[in-house]
Structures are given as C-alpha cells and as structure tokens.
C-alpha cells in the first residue's frame, strides 16, 4: 500500500491491450478512503428489537410491507412509496400523498438499520418506531392501534403469522400490538443492504496493495474521490462505509416554505423528546440496558437546529433522485452545481462552518459526479 501511495502514476497494461491507470494517493487519501469501507458492514442488531432476530418476524415484516391490506383503505401497501426498484424510495420530489408547501422528500429504505436518527428531522430514533408513524398518519396508512389490532385479531392468517413471529398470541393491549406490527416490519427493513459496487472493489484493491484491481475503477471517478476526500471536505459529513456521518447539517437548502418554516432538527427534536415510542419508552426491549438509548436521553436543542436535516447516505444515489430533503435538485449535476456555487449567506451563522462553495471547473464537477456515480450498481 505505501508503494502504491508513492507512486507518481501507474499504468497497468492487461491482456487486452488497454491501458488502464491509478493515480497517485498519499498515505493520508489511503487512510481516508479505507474509512469507508468495507461493505457491507459487520451487522449490529438493535437490541431495543428482539424481533429482529426473529425469522418469523422477518418474514411477516416482508408480507406486512407489500400487503395493501395494512391501510385502511385496503389501496396502498409500503412498498407503494417505498419502491423496491427505487431503492425503496418513490421518485418523487415529495411523498405522493403530501405534494403540499412544506412536503419532504421520501426517504430510501436501503442501509437503513444502520443509521441513528430517522426521518429527515431525526424525530424517531429507531427504525421500529420510524415504521410505526406512517401507520397511523392520514394519508399514509390512516390505521388506529385498536383498528389494526381488531384486524389482525379477526384474520387467521395474520394471528397465525403474529404466533410465528413474536411466539404468543395476539395480546388484548392494542397499543402493544401496533408496536410489534412495526417492529415487524423494522425486521424486514433491517434486512435492506444496497449492493457492493465499483468504489468498494477499488477501495478493497487499495486496502491489500493490489494495484491491478484498483486501475480498473475509471480515472475520472478517481479524481472525483480525490476531490470528495480532499479539497472538498464532502468526507467530513459524508463519512464512514455508508457515506453520512448520521447527523444533521444546513446545508443553504431554503427551508422557508409558503406559509412558514420548515423546522427540520428542531422539530424533529420537540417530537423525539415527547414521544411515547422513543428509547427511552416502555416498548424498549433492551431496557435500561439499551446502549443507544444514550443519545436520547442526552440529546440537547439548539437554536441552530432550524432547518437542519439528516445528512443522507450515498449509496444507491441513482436510484433515489431527486435529491435533498425537499426534492428540489433533480440530478446528481444539479446537487454538484449546488455545493459548488453554495450561497453561503444562507447557512447559519452560528454552529460549525463545515461548507464553503466549492468554485469547481467543469471538468472537476464532471469528475465529483463521476464518483458519485460509482456509489451506484
């Protein structure tokens, strides 16, 4: 690895003839670009979810989540918004059922057990508790607790399916079963991993010195990795082997909406702390014991939370446009053209001051895409 990091430029011929080429990456660029690997990750269950490692609860979570019989109307499923062959998200620059001032952009479902925070403002802190508020909402599913209990009480199928994955019967206390309803279907979604791709067999080549395999991912994303590791600074809250740091950032999308404001963080904040399904609440199957419940209990509210939202992974990004918590940049030119003209009068004053505009050639945007790109299969 340090011959490959000294190296001004390799050239690597093939059998065929076409010569392919590894540029030059310093000690620091190969200690940077090892930390987003590998993938996919070791798994980490969330012992706040005893159903996860529960094959029953697994399977009913996947029948529950392509079932349209989970919504009140019988007309929609969660895969009608969360498209498997859209990286479990829709297309569309705000949820089909909410294209109103304020709407947000519905988020892909992919890697999505290893994140923190959930929802754009970070108002659920565990993936179970995310899958349940869509239950409930109107215009998603519109269920109640006693109405869904009833239904699964009702349907043999489903008694049976709620045996096999929690090992009881359906419980009198309704409340316990909409929980368990999305802790199923957190199982499931647990179980969502995007694919490995071309950045990760690069990243792996560099990691064991093979230089061979690591001059076969194209130069121009090459350059685009140097530039996201580097001078960019993207690394800084795109960190890590699924590209976000988990956390929450302005990042001079405007979060002023016809009428109002969107709070993202803040908001996020105000309903985390009263919720009762959060870590913190009786469902918690861990406990006390829960190690992320920690954040929770500590998370503190600023005023610079207003219009901060997730930092989102980046794998899968072809597949999930348009982009940004709004859906207003259309493609992933548009999100490079963004951050290299940045208007910095538009981000907080206070906090970190991570972002500046990146003022990039075209030639340099063309090669920041072309690595994005390769976060894609």
Not at 36 to 45: A, D
Not at 167 to 189: H, I, M, S, W
Not at 196 to 223: C, E, M, W
């Amino acid at each position: 690895m340090r011959r490959l990091a000294t190296a001004l430029l390799l050239a690597v011929l093939h059998a065929g003839g076409q010569a392919q080429v590894l540029l030059a990456f310093s000690p620091e660029e190969h200690a940077r670009i090892a930390t987003h690997g590998p993938w996919p990750p070791p798994r980490v269950p969330d012992l706040a979810n005893a159903a996860e490692d529960r094959p029953g609860a697994v399977r009913w979570g996947r029948e529950l989540f392509f079932d349209r019989r989970l919504s009140t109307g019988g007309v929609k499923s969660c895969a009608s918004c969360h498209d498997p062959s859209l990286a479990f998200q829709d297309g569309q620059s705000t949820a089909r059922e909410r294209h109103a001032p304020g709407a947000r952009n519905t988020p892909g479902l992919l890697d999505a057990a290893q994140q923190r925070w959930f929802g754009w403002d970070g108002a659920h802190d565990s993936l179970w508790a995310a899958s349940l508020a869509p239950l409930l909402a109107q215009g998603e599913m519109g269920q109640t607790a006693a109405g869904l209990a009833a239904r699964i009480r009702a349907d043999a199928t489903w008694r049976r399916s709620y045996r096999m994955a929690f090992g009881r019967t359906v419980p009198a206390d309704d409340d316990a079963v909409l929980v368990d309803v999305a802790k199923a279907l957190a199982a499931y979604q647990a179980t969502l991993l995007s694919p490995r791709t071309a950045f990760d067999s690069f990243r792996d080549a560099l990691v064991r010195g093979d230089a061979i395999a690591a001059a076969r991912y194209p130069v121009t994303a090459q350059r685009g990795l140097k530039l996201f590791i580097g001078e960019g600074r993207c690394s800084v809250c795109h960190a890590g082997p699924r590209f976000s740091n988990g956390e929450f950032a302005d990042i001079g999308v405007p979060f002023f909406v016809p009428g109002g404001v969107d709070p993202g963080r803040h908001g996020g904040l105000l309903k985390l702390q009263a919720s009762t399904v959060n870590r913190l609440g009786p469902h918690n199957d861990a406990g006390p014991s829960d190690p992320r419940a920690v954040g929770t209990r500590h998370v503190v509210m600023e005023p610079r939370h207003f219009g901060e939202f997730r930092v989102p992974g980046l794998r899968q990004l072809l597949r999930t446009a348009p982009y940004m918590h709004n859906g207003s940049l259309a493609t992933l030119r548009d999100v490079v053209r963004h951050y290299s003209g940045l208007d910095e009068e538009r981000l907080h004053a206070d906090g970190e001051r991570i972002l500046r505009p990146l003022k990039l050639s075209p030639a340099q945007a063309a090669d920041l895409e072309a690595f994005l790109r390769s976060l894609s299969r």
